[in-house]
Each structure stands twice: as C-alpha cells, then as structure tokens.
C-alpha cells in the first residue's frame, strides 16, 4: 500500500482578548496559524439578585454567567477545543488577569495548552516576543481582584439596604465612592464655613534712570516678608513712602535650573489632559484606549498601529529601548546639548504597583504630526501630549536667568520687590511645559529682560497703588483636582480613579457645576448617615489601608481571606449597631412645598425628585399615591435661584434658575428687559461614540425626551433611546434600551444582538412615571421614587 505523503492541516493557535479593536489590531501581527478574538471584558461575574459571596464559608465567591454571553461562550468553548494552544490575552492588570482565569474556568480550558501572555504596547515586535514567552495565570493578581470584587460586593449589598430605609428607596452604596463623595461633600462644608479675610497689598511704578518702566511689589523690612493684614498696618508703610523716590538696594542675579517632568502615568494624564485640553476623565481614558488599541495609519506606516503604551499605570519606569529612542530623536532634530550627561531615570513611589511602564508612544518614528491625518482631532490633541510629555522628560534641564531686586525709599525701613527671569536655555522647554496649578505671586515671572540696574540706583516714583482684596474660599474639586487627591492619599488605583468620579455623579451624589464637582443634597444626607453609622467606610485613611491591604495580597504576603475576615469584623458590628440605632423611617431632608392641593386627600403636595426631573407628589404616600406635574396650572410656588458663575450671553447679566411650564430653565436675570434663555440639560453618564463628549438629555418640539451629544452642532449624535454605558458582547458597539420597551439592543444592525430586561423594574416603573408627567397627566409612583 502507497505511503501517505498529505499532511495533517494544522489547527490554527487561539489568542482571546478582551477588545475586539485590540483583537483586530493584534490579528494583524500575526500569521495564517492564529486566530484572533475578543470575550468583550468579563464572560463572568456573581449575581445580581442574590449576595453571591459565602461569607461563612472562607468568602467562597459563586461566579455565573453573565447574561447574554451564552453565545459567545459556547463559541469560545469551540474554538479552543479545536486550538493547538490557547493564548489569553487579556490586559496587563489585576482586571485582566481576572478574566484570563474566568475564560480558563467557564471554557473548561486544557490547562496543558494554555498560556498566559501580556503586553504594554500594541506593536507587532512586543506581541510577537509576548507569544514566545508566555507564562501562566498568576493567582496573586487574581487573588487581589477577587478580594477588591467581594468586598465591593459586600459594602454595597449590606449598605443599600439601610440607605432605603434611612435615605431614599434605590439607592446603591459603594466602598471608594463614598469615601469620594465625603471628600467632595467636606471641601463644600469647608467653602461654606470660610470666613473671607482682608488683606493689602501696595504696587509701585518706579522708572529707572534710563527711562524704563518696571513694577515693584511691598514685599517687607531687613528681617523678613510681611503681610499687610491691616489698614492701619498699611497705612503705616504708605505714609513712610509717599512723595519719595526709591533706591536700588540689592541686586541678586542667580542661574536656576528647571528640571523637566516624569512621563505621564495614569493620574498626571489625566490632570493635564483635562487642564491642558478641557477633556473630562472618562473622556481621556477612553481616548487613550484607542491609542492604545491601535489605530489605522495606512499601508506606509503599517497598517493598523498601537500607538501608545498601556494607559493604567502608576509606575515612571521607561525601557531601556524607549530611553535609546527617545536620545536618538533628541541628538537627531535638536543636538546635543539638549540630551543629559545621563540618560534621565525617575522614580516610582514606594506604593506603586511598578507592573508596567508609565504612559509614553509606543514607536517614536511616529511623530504626532506626521500621523496626524489618521487621528480623529481628539485622538491626535492626546497623543501630541503623550508625545512631548515623554520627549521632554528625557531632556536637558532648562536653564533660567533670575533677577530680584529690593527697592527702598530714604528713612523707611520697608523693602519692594521686584523679581523676573529669562530663559537662557531651554532645554526641554523646547518641546513642553507643564500646566500650574496656583501660580505663587511671589515667584520670579518670566519676562523680557529686565533693566539693568546697579546698586544706590534711584529709580522715580510713578505711581504708589494700595488695594485691598479678601482671600478666598478653597476651590472646589474639578476631576482633575480629586484624582490628584485620590493619588496622593492612596485611596484608589489608576484603574478605578475614571470609575469613581463616573459612578458618584451617576447615582446623584454629585453633580457637575462647570468643571468642578459639586454635593447634591442626596449626597450630603447619606455622607451625613455614613459618619455617623459606617464611619470606616468614608475615611480616607482606612480606605487607603484597604488599598495598601490589596496591594499585599498581589505580592502574596497575605490571603483574601485575612483580608476580608479583618474588614467583616469591624464591618458587621456597624451594620448591627446600624439596624438597631438608625432610624427607621427616612431621614428628615429639606422638603419642598408647593401650593397645589392633593385631590385624592387634601394634603399640601411636595417636591420629590424622578428620573426626568422634579415633580409633585403626595406626602402621604405610601397611603396615598396621587402625582402631577410640578408646574400644573395650579400655583405653585415659584421659586428663582440664582446660578453661580454663569453669564447671559445677549447682555452679561447674571442667570437665574426659574420654574417653567416644562420644568425648571436658565434665564436672565433682567428678565423682561432681557428674555435670553436656556435649557437645563441633564448628562447621563455615558460618552458621546462620536466624539468623546458627555452625552445630555434633552426634549424636541413636541417635548418628547431625546439624547444628545453636549458638542451638537460639532457633533450630530443623537437617540430617540437611551445610550447605556456598555457595549454590545457580539461586536463592541454601543447598546441602547428601547423606548417604553423591556429590551436592550445593539447600535449597530447587521449585528442584531437584543437582551431582554426584566418588566417592571423600579427604572421601567419610575420612565412611566415621568412619561405620565411629561404628558401633563397623574402617575402612581413606585416607592423607588416615593422615599
């Protein structure tokens, strides 16, 4: 019998990934002999209904799947059967690792064929050396995610409970964002218990002996600064130096270096991108995982091209193959007095997780203005930042000129100041500078170069300016300002910090007033109940612990279990003390009258507030169930509220919030005289798939709610149906939930992915609701609005 000589078709190597952009860029890089796919995130996660964890059983978490991945999963199943290898590539982090062990269990993975395998950068070398160096799972990551999974758990299905009761029925609690939202509700008490001081300062206009102008500023005597808190105080120095001319009576002349800043990890990107290009950080994140997914550069640069490193970072550790790139760019386009002695190294706070390398590009061959085409504007402003910020960092310090000069007037023991510098070289300044937070008005100001004066100069005096000012109350936080708290004091990691701002804002804690971040009463009432009750759960130090705690199971020097077992103790005695001492009807919050009168019981109707907005309802409720529209025919009480920080745009009165027919709207407050208006829009916590703006409810001509992008006309994104904050499990793309129906549907048609929600639910009771109130008709409302 004739000897074979077919051979047997090789099956094709299976690597699964959580991105399907990813996937697609990673397919790319690869041969004929792997094929490429994507779980889109978590394939499993505990139930919703139930708690899910076995607290009495060691915390044995009960893991299901998530519904609606039916499909993918038993795709997946197939797939590997058929694999010579399987490769889970999910993200680099304690997130992905999760996943990659989740696939392994809900595949039924052969643990002979599997292999782990991670990489910083999406590019075609550091995947290719990622698959001849894989590992396997580590459980110390896992170990730590599960931990962070359960105890979030735990704090939010013990806690939401006692809200119901004691706050307001629907409402979810969670461990980091309610020490978040105390951070934001303690900054606003601080604002509203600052008492503003006076204070003076006095400017000179003096001209030197050739004729030049310059400014000087009371800075204090030969011992040292002094603040002129007083009016007498200052008075005192005006009438010592009124009518005369000054002296120069020093001169320091000093060369400074300015040494540039480290590279971007999670939470200075997120700082600078939102200082420097207005992005908010939900926004930027997202932006940076485009980047960092790949981006089609065209066939002469490759093709589909990741363009920066992994964006969840809090490590400064740059590879010695970025360090040698970068020298060569800088000898190559600006010489070499603008590279160090030493190639630049910084250091990595001792807290740090250090798993992967901070936030730079992946290849420097491709410049921001060179692949500028292929980039959407957003796209193109981050990677432009990435770009330089990293650049700069491996460059020359800068070196700066520094003048100060003291003036005095004859017979006055006071000395003014006046003080400049001028670039000399500038190093990395060349390519970038970083943003300032509060410019210190005693600091040198970078100027032209200042007149060259020589000690015993007299210089005229021009003008002597007193003013007197008051300080000011702390800044609210901005996005960008609590994400440096948060890095600062520890209490969240760079994967979680976008999550937290994302979610408080979301549940009604806090709202966005401008850029800054504002309570809501809501928020303020449960951070109220939280210190008094839970005072762990919303300290910033134990929350920092807890972090620290998590830490140290991923080094593995210690156990999930030590950890959850320590933090139940505490725990469980303040839920205890909890049920037995808080009470147990809600608490008493500010109650809203209006003038409209109960039909069903004659009660005097109040304020509540719904999905849509405000609206009336009986204070009698459970008993009695009666709402209406807050702005019924009958009188209400119209109540104007003033808007912090915002201007009519026709005349720059001040705007007021006013009471409408359709609920509440901007509006000048020199109304008759002046009718310009706006709407309240109310953002939804979901980012525009367009452009990365903030997505805003509004209503059409006919009243009827609809979704909009805040960039319109920019940007032309809209829904008659609510854009939710997940994407399809199939094909990625954005999910929508129908209007008035009881299912979830993909964006995008040809994908034809649908889910069914469950009828009835507290959200589905609470849109009639507000549809009925809309519609200018009654509603009975579920206690998820009542309470």
Same mark, same amino acid.
Not at 76 to 83: G, I
Not at 482 to 502: D, H, N
Not at 507 to 526: A, F, H, I
């Given at each position: 019998?004739?000897?074979?000589?077919?051979?047997?078709?090789?099956?094709?190597?299976?690597?699964?990934?959580?991105?399907?952009?990813?996937?697609?860029?990673?397919?790319?890089?690869?041969?004929?002999?792997?094929?490429?796919?994507?779980?889109?995130?978590?394939?499993?996660?505990?139930?919703?209904?139930?708690?899910?964890?076995?607290?009495?059983?060691?915390?044995?978490?009960?893991?299901?799947?998530?519904?609606?991945?039916?499909?993918?999963?038993?795709?997946?199943?197939?797939?590997?059967?058929?694999?010579?290898?399987?490769?889970?590539?999910?993200?680099?982090?304690?997130?992905?690792?999760?996943?990659?062990?989740?696939?392994?269990?809900?595949?039924?993975?052969?643990? +002979?064929?599997?292999?782990?395998?991670?990489?910083?950068?999406?590019?075609?070398?550091?995947?290719?050396?990622?698959?001849?160096?894989?590992?396997?799972?580590?459980?110390?990551?896992?170990? =730590?995610?599960?931990?962070?999974?359960?105890?979030?758990?735990?704090?939010?299905?013990?806690?939401?409970?006692?809200?119901?009761?004691?706050?307001?029925?629907?409402?979810?609690?969670?461990?980091?964002?309610?020490?978040?939202?105390?951070?934001?509700?303690?900054?606003?008490?601080?604002?509203?218990?600052?008492?503003?001081?006076?204070?003076?300062?006095?400017?000179?206009?003096?001209?030197?002996?050739?004729?030049?102008?310059?400014?000087?500023?009371?800075?204090?005597?030969?011992?040292?600064?002094?603040?002129?808190?007083?009016?007498? %105080?200052?008075?005192?120095?005006?009438?010592?130096?009124?009518?005369?001319?000054?002296?120069?009576?020093?001169?320091?002349?000093?060369?400074?270096?300015?040494?540039?800043?480290?590279?971007?990890?999670?939470?200075?990107?997120?700082?600078?991108?939102?200082?420097?290009?207005?992005?908010?950080?939900?926004?930027?994140?997202?932006?940076?995982?485009?980047?960092?997914?790949?981006?089609?550069?065209?066939?002469?640069?490759?093709?589909?091209?990741?363009?920066?490193?992994?964006?969840?970072?809090?490590?400064?550790?740059?590879?010695?193959?970025? %360090? /040698?790139?970068?020298?060569?760019?800088?000898?190559?386009?600006?010489?070499?007095? #603008?590279?160090?002695?030493?190639?630049?190294?910084?250091?990595?706070?001792?807290?740090? %997780?250090?798993?992967?390398?901070?936030?730079?590009?992946?290849?420097? *061959?491709?410049? $921001?203005?060179?692949?500028?085409?292929?980039?959407?504007?957003?796209?193109?402003?981050?990677?432009?930042?990435?770009?330089?910020?990293?650049?700069?960092?491996?460059?020359?310090?800068?070196?700066?000129?520094?003048?100060?000069?003291?003036?005095?007037?004859?017979?006055?023991?006071?000395?003014?100041?006046?003080?400049? #510098?001028?670039?000399?070289?500038?190093?990395?300044?060349?390519?970038?500078?970083?943003?300032?937070?509060?410019?210190?008005?005693?600091?040198?100001?970078?100027?032209?170069?200042?007149?060259?004066?020589?000690?015993?100069?007299?210089?005229?005096?021009?003008?002597?300016?007193?003013?007197?000012?008051?300080?000011?109350?702390?800044?609210?936080?901005?996005?960008?300002?609590?994400?440096?708290?948060?890095?600062?004091?520890?209490?969240?990691?760079?994967?979680?910090?976008? $999550?937290?701002?994302?979610?408080?804002?979301?549940?009604?804690?806090?709202?966005?007033?401008?850029?800054?971040?504002?309570?809501?009463?809501?928020?303020?009432?449960?951070?109220?109940?939280?210190?008094?009750?839970?005072?762990?759960?919303?300290?910033?130090?134990?929350?920092?612990?807890?972090?620290?705690?998590?830490?140290?199971?991923?080094?593995?020097? /210690?156990?999930?279990?030590?950890?959850?077992?320590?933090?139940? *103790?505490?725990?469980?005695?303040?839920?205890?003390?909890?049920?037995?001492?808080?009470?147990?009807? /809600?608490?008493?919050? $500010?109650?809203?009258?209006?003038?409209?009168?109960?039909?069903?019981?004659?009660?005097?109707?109040?304020?509540?507030?719904?999905?849509?907005?405000?609206?009336?309802?009986?204070?009698?409720?459970?008993?009695?169930?009666?709402?209406?529209?807050? +702005?019924?025919?009958?009188?209400?009480?119209?109540?104007?509220?003033?808007?912090?920080?915002?201007?009519?745009?026709?005349?720059?009165?001040?705007?007021?919030?006013?009471?409408?027919?359709?609920?509440?709207?901007?509006?000048?407050?020199?109304?008759?005289?002046?009718?310009?208006?706006?709407?309240?829009?109310?953002?939804?916590?979901?980012?525009?798939?367009?452009?990365?703006?903030?997505?805003?409810?509004?209503?059409?001509?006919?009243?009827?709610?609809?979704?909009?992008?805040? +960039?319109?006309?920019?940007?032309?994104?809209? =829904?008659?149906?609510? $854009?939710?904050?997940?994407?399809?499990?199939?094909?990625?793309?954005?999910?929508?939930?129908?209007?008035?129906?009881?299912?979830?549907?993909?964006?995008?048609?040809?994908?034809?992915?649908?889910?069914?929600?469950?009828?009835?639910?507290?959200?589905?009771?609470?849109?009639?609701?507000?549809?009925?109130?809309?519609?200018?008709?009654?509603?009975?409302?579920?206690?998820?609005?009542?309470?």
């Amino acid at each position: 019998m004739a000897k074979s000589t077919a051979k047997k078709k090789a099956t094709a190597n299976l690597v699964i990934m959580e991105s399907p952009s990813k996937a697609n860029t990673v397919k790319g890089y690869l041969g004929s002999g792997y094929r490429v796919v994507a779980s889109n995130g978590h394939i499993r996660d505990l139930p919703k209904s139930t708690l899910g964890v076995d607290i009495e059983n060691h915390f044995q978490a009960r893991y299901i799947n998530i519904r609606g991945k039916g499909p993918l999963i038993r795709e997946l199943k197939k797939e590997a059967k058929a694999a010579d290898r399987v490769y889970l590539a999910t993200d680099p982090d304690r997130e992905g690792e999760a996943i990659a062990w989740h696939l392994s269990a809900a595949l039924d993975l052969d643990e +002979n064929k599997t292999r782990r395998i991670t990489f910083n950068e999406v590019t075609k070398h550091v995947v290719r050396d990622a698959i001849k160096h894989p590992r396997a799972i580590d459980m110390n990551l896992v170990n =730590s995610q599960q931990a962070r999974r359960i105890l979030d758990r735990i704090v939010g299905y013990k806690l939401s409970p006692f809200l119901w009761k004691t706050v307001k029925s629907g409402l979810s609690a969670g461990r980091v964002q309610s020490a978040a939202t105390r951070v934001i509700v303690d900054r606003e008490n601080e604002i509203r218990a600052f008492v503003p001081e006076e204070y003076f300062t006095i400017e000179l206009t003096l001209e030197d002996p050739h004729g030049k102008v310059l400014h000087a500023r009371f800075w204090g005597d030969q011992n040292g600064k002094i603040a002129l808190k007083e009016k007498t %105080q200052t008075d005192q120095v005006l009438q010592s130096v009124t009518g005369k001319d000054f002296t120069v009576s020093s001169m320091k002349k000093t060369v400074k270096q300015k040494h540039p800043t480290p590279p971007f990890i999670t939470s200075t990107l997120q700082q600078e991108a939102s200082k420097k290009l207005g992005f908010q950080s939900q926004r930027i994140m997202k932006i940076a995982q485009e980047l960092y997914e790949g981006i089609n550069l065209g066939e002469e640069n490759g093709g589909v091209q990741g363009l920066i490193t992994y964006m969840r970072t809090d490590s400064l550790r740059i590879s010695e193959e970025a %360090q /040698t790139a970068a020298k060569a760019l800088i000898l190559s386009q600006y010489g070499e007095q #603008y590279y160090p002695a030493q190639p630049r190294v910084y250091k990595t706070k001792s807290n740090a %997780q250090d798993a992967h390398e901070a936030i730079r590009p992946a290849n420097l *061959k491709f410049s $921001p203005e060179q692949i500028k085409k292929y980039l959407s504007s957003e796209q193109y402003k981050l990677y432009r930042l990435i770009w330089n910020r990293f650049v700069a960092s491996q460059m020359a310090s800068a070196q700066l000129n520094t003048v100060t000069v003291d003036f005095q007037a004859p017979n006055s023991p006071y000395l003014f100041r006046s003080s400049g #510098y001028v670039v000399a070289f500038k190093g990395y300044m060349a390519v970038y500078e970083e943003s300032e937070d509060e410019p210190d008005e005693d600091a040198p100001q970078k100027s032209t170069k200042l007149p060259d004066l020589k000690e015993g100069e007299v210089c005229r005096t021009v003008t002597v300016d007193p003013q007197s000012h008051f300080t000011e109350p702390p800044a609210r936080y901005t996005e960008a300002s609590l994400i440096k708290f948060f890095e600062e004091k520890g209490i969240a990691r760079p994967s979680t910090y976008t $999550p937290i701002i994302t979610t408080i804002i979301a549940r009604g804690y806090v709202v966005r007033d401008g850029k800054s971040l504002r309570p809501t009463e809501l928020g303020e009432v449960t951070n109220k109940l939280m210190l008094e009750y839970f005072p762990d759960i919303v300290d910033e130090t134990f929350t920092a612990h807890m972090e620290d705690q998590l830490d140290d199971i991923e080094k593995g020097q /210690t156990t999930p279990e030590q950890v959850l077992t320590d933090f139940y *103790k505490g725990f469980e005695t303040d839920l205890e003390n909890a049920e037995k001492h808080a009470p147990h009807e /809600t608490v008493e919050t $500010p109650v809203e009258q209006t003038d409209l009168i109960c039909e069903k019981c004659g009660s005097r109707m109040v304020v509540k507030n719904g999905r849509y907005g405000k609206f009336a309802a009986c204070p009698n409720y459970p008993t009695c169930k009666n709402t209406k529209p807050l +702005n019924a025919p009958e009188n209400t009480v119209q109540t104007i509220t003033p808007v912090e920080g915002m201007k009519c745009e026709l005349c720059g009165g001040n705007m007021v919030l006013r009471p409408g027919k359709y609920g509440n709207f901007y509006a000048c407050e020199h109304y008759p005289q002046c009718r310009y208006t706006r709407q309240v829009y109310k953002e939804i916590g979901v980012t525009c798939p367009k452009c990365g703006g903030q997505l805003i409810q509004k209503r059409g001509r006919n009243r009827m709610v609809f979704y909009s992008c805040e +960039n319109y006309p920019k940007c032309d994104f809209s =829904s008659w149906d609510l $854009p939710l904050n997940e994407t399809c499990p199939n094909c990625g793309k954005m999910l929508f939930r129908k209007k008035g129906k009881n299912y979830i549907y993909c964006a995008d048609k040809a994908c034809g992915y649908k889910r069914e929600i469950a009828p009835n639910t507290d959200e589905d009771l609470i849109d009639t609701a507000n549809e009925k109130i809309e519609n200018g008709k009654k509603a009975d409302i579920d206690i998820a609005t009542q309470a």
